[in-house]
């Protein structure tokens, strides 16, 4: 369930008065979600939850553990203070462990939308049956899922820090397949606004790509120029977004770790095209404004001008390095040009344009290298015109060398993320390894 | 508890619902994690609510929350009618649930030790254990380390008249050393094999996890300095701890029923085993029997009973070679023609709504003994692949590709040096029709997750997978190291 502001206080000054260790943080996590799931152009489930979680860390010097539940009685609460205390009592002294903070200063990011939090199982399935119906008429068979969620985080700690952050979020993402199975389209987006979903423009697009790649042909494998779209690069992107650590890169042990010492911070690692950034008060895109701690999330460039300039720095391992922590990724952004896909593919000999990717997951850490698949409209592109569909492809490539190779960058838009907002822009880039053909549509 | 779901289902009958039943859980989770010299980690989580299915003129609705009180069971409930009425303009055809006897039960997972009672200082004291053995290993640089346990209070009733409750334990112990080359900037990791498994803690104290740390770390070390592999078709011998997810992957959910029908296609997608090729695709070679199994011991997967009240069971996915059937639930048996379901209906949470997932999917062992020794001595060039490493498949599950932990050459029937930057890529049936050799009964062991994904919104299940090890002729072997 959703607490207002001041019963999220409420509650955190009540289980703060229980507790007797050290220091302690309090964390509150309530959540409303709504969804509706649509199959062959008729809804399958569709249903509701809500939950109030508490967790409590309590802290004894160096000694720390933490409990939770989502049992809001006096005498469960009492409880869940008392199990977090005798664990950390218990608990041996963590040398990394930084003490509870005292009250932040936090990026203002409104991120609640009324129209959104009051959306209905009616709305939701009025928006399939109308795509359904459509899809139906057009030989098309559309499946997707239409997820709303309401969510206020909280924050207290024995030092005086507070805050609460209540947002909404809704996501709506659609796969048309042609009926002989030989074509697959897909479309997607999440959004923070109710104004910003458009399920009829999703749908169709999905329609229009599942129709276009129907019945593709077979090419080799092998170095391909490609055109990637949004979602293809958010796919990538938030896999290397991943390894962006301090920690790991100081130890010796991610890309980002120079041979003898020390990070790659400073190098340039990527294109002079390419910026990655954090902005969590971005509209539009807005993040959750603190971490577990309480650490506030603030503007951070990771990438300038293809030049690596920050790593994900906790708070232990910037007291240890003598430098400040970045607090956490809110939300990701890369930046991008003014290119249009349209001019990606009218300046291309010969390429490859993909919707997105599949299944991606890390071969090599040394390198960063993935792999996964093409899916849902991939084309071949020859002489500036979008020749023919083409059987999905496996890839085994790096996103540092998709991002070294770029050619050319459109405008970011927002895409479907991978636990945070992102904004990522259509991509054309030369030298991509596509390693083996899948029969998959 | 009965009164609690008496009332639910009261509601949702006597508004208009014509099925319903309700799953109240409760589960305990405690997690402990270290490094190097430290704990670095320590929670005890519990969650405890309830959640009602309600069908309506063929339609489902669903509703759920953590106040397992008597006015927030009747809002529930009347809220999972609600929702499948405004579901009834918009579903294709109407739900129609396989029939299935009304019980009233209690299971629980066979262990001995309560991973939840055993004091806390022992596992502390285990991890910081492992860590310090592998740390003594020269070239090794970090150790982390962890434990996991579950349980899982869980109780269902339907408006059929059955009733339910069931506890669960599981345990996942794991732990991962990374060797680090400060000239070369080369680093390397090697994770160990042991499974998670539906056991108490008595799996964590009878796993040698102490006793395996060095030689864990030392196989770190020697990954550093082994030979990058020379790509081309090689016949591969898979230990159990690599194969079983070669078979999640490539067997487990190709023959979930609801993806062959479409079900899963926006999110991990369909599956080439449709319907049509039951009883007629050659899904592997004849020596080849997959099984879907809810009653394995030890398994992650294992029940009395599923979340929707049907008892827990073994029977053939494929057979001789043959695919033969499929993973079930009530509402989808009648699918391909059948009068009931097999138990595959899961829930992986009060908030979600129970759907079809994965059973335990196990590889027969050979019946007579065969050693992976012997398997072994059948190759004249090729690999042994120990441990899971990096996986992936396509969404129909045709193309995958899948890695390892240790990896060494196989030359005129003898193990020889280690090998790195290794990965296997084939098609599913072309794989399984390559295999020619199977593990006797003596060499069937079970591997698993914890955390096997499925369904939007998405929900995790736990799995297990038992099997022998396996050879396979001329499989593709891939290098994958690449200069930045």
Known sequence: MILSTDQARDLTRRILGLSKAAEALVRLDGVERNHTRFANNGITTSGSSRNLTVSIVSV?????????????????????????????????????????????????????????????????????????????????????????????????????????HPRTEASFSTTARTRDGSGSGWAGSDVGRLGDLDVDRLGRAASDKAVRSASPKELPPGKYTVILEPQAVADLISNLAESLDARDADEGRSVFSRPGGGSRIGERMVSPKVDLISEPARSGLAGIPFDDEGLPAQRVTWFEKGELRHLQTSRYWASKNATQPTGPMANLILPGGTDSLEAMIRSTERGILVTRFWYIRFVDPQTLLLTGITRDGTFLVEKGKIAHPVRNFRFNESPLSLLRNVEMISAPRRVVGQGIPMAMPAIKSHDFTFSSVSQAV | MKELTSLALEVARSSGAGYADILINRYRNQRLSAREDHLTGLSDSESFGFGVRALVRGAWGFAASNEVARDEINRVALLAVATAKANIPGRREPVRLAPVPAYEDVWQTPYVKDPLRVPLSRKVDLLLAINREALRVPGVKYCSSSLHFVREDKVFASTEGTYLEQVLVRCNPAYTVTAVDGRTGRFDTRSHDLPPAAYGYEHVEEAHLVEDAPRIAEEAVRKLRARPVTPGMRDLVLHPSNLWLTIHESVGHPTELDRALGYEANFAGTSFATPDKLGKLRFGSPIVNFVGDRILPGGLATVGYDDEGVRAQRWHLVRDGLFVDYQTTREQAHWIGQKASNGCAHADSWASIPFQRMPNVSLLPGERPLSVEELIAGVEDGIYIVGDGSYSIDQQRYNFQFSGQFFLEIKKGKLGEPLRDLAYQANTTEFWNACDGIGGPEAWMTHGTFYDGKGEPGQINAVSHACSPARFRQINILNTERKL
């Open chain 1, 60 to 164: 004894f010097g160096k000694r720390h553990a933490s409990a939770s539940t989502n049992l809001m009685d006096d005498a469960s609460l009492a409880e869940v203070v008392q199990r977090s205390e005798a664990l950390a009592r218990l608990a041996p002294e963590d040398p990394e462990w930084m003490s509870i903070l005292p009250p932040q200063n936090y990026l203002p990011t409104e991120a609640y939308d009324d129209p959104l939090a009051r959306l209905t199982p009616q709305d939701r399935a009025r928006g399939i049956v109308a795509l359904s119906r459509r899809s139906g008429q057009a030989g098309i068979l559309a499946s997707g899922f239409y997820e709303q969620e309401t969510r206020a985080s909280g924050i207290a700690t024995s030092r005086g820090l507070f805050a609460h």
